[in-house]
């Protein structure tokens, strides 16, 4: 095995164990990345593409590496391409996706509970205060969704935006006082 086989093998099961860990939901950043872009349409995180790819990759460096004692390299290269192809055709059609969301956009199960919840605006605000997290509070973060959660809740309710302006606070009406 050359370094030129093993590079790309160590590549892709990096890339593949990082997208493992985004989907079960240890790893909260690349997702929350996504909620900080402003425009017209918000983009959705959907991990299929990613995952296929990388699957795909590993599987065609590791069809080379076996391919001496399979005596064949097609019988790990072929659905290697195969998958990389689906990989394709779900980047370049994610409306497959959105017709279906509680099958493809379901996990991590904190993203889609975070989604139901909160609003765009809000999730833009979560995303950036989450910039602001030192790096062991992030990383206790991404292990309990719990703590995530209220954590996420008091970010919300930090940043509501008054509506109406109440002038002076004492002007305003109490229970027959």
Known sequence: MTIFQFVPLLVSLVFLMR????????????????????????TVYFPLPSLLFWGGVF??????????????????????????AGAYYAYTHPEVAQQYPQIFMSYPRWYYELRERTSRYERRRIAYMWLWLPYRMR??????????????????IATIPFDEDIGDWRDIPTNGL
């Open 19 to 42: 997208t493992t860990l985004i989907m079960v939901g240890v790893l909260k950043g690349p997702i929350l990345h996504t909620f900080e872009k402003y425009g017209d349409t918000e």
């Open 59 to 84: 599987v065609v460096t590791s069809g080379f590496w076996l391919a001496a004692p399979l005596r064949s390299w097609a019988v790990l290269v072929v659905p290697g391409i195969a998958l990389i």
């Open 139 to 156: 990383m206790a973060f991404n292990g309990n969704d719990r703590a995530f959660h209220q954590w996420a809740d008091l970010v919300i």
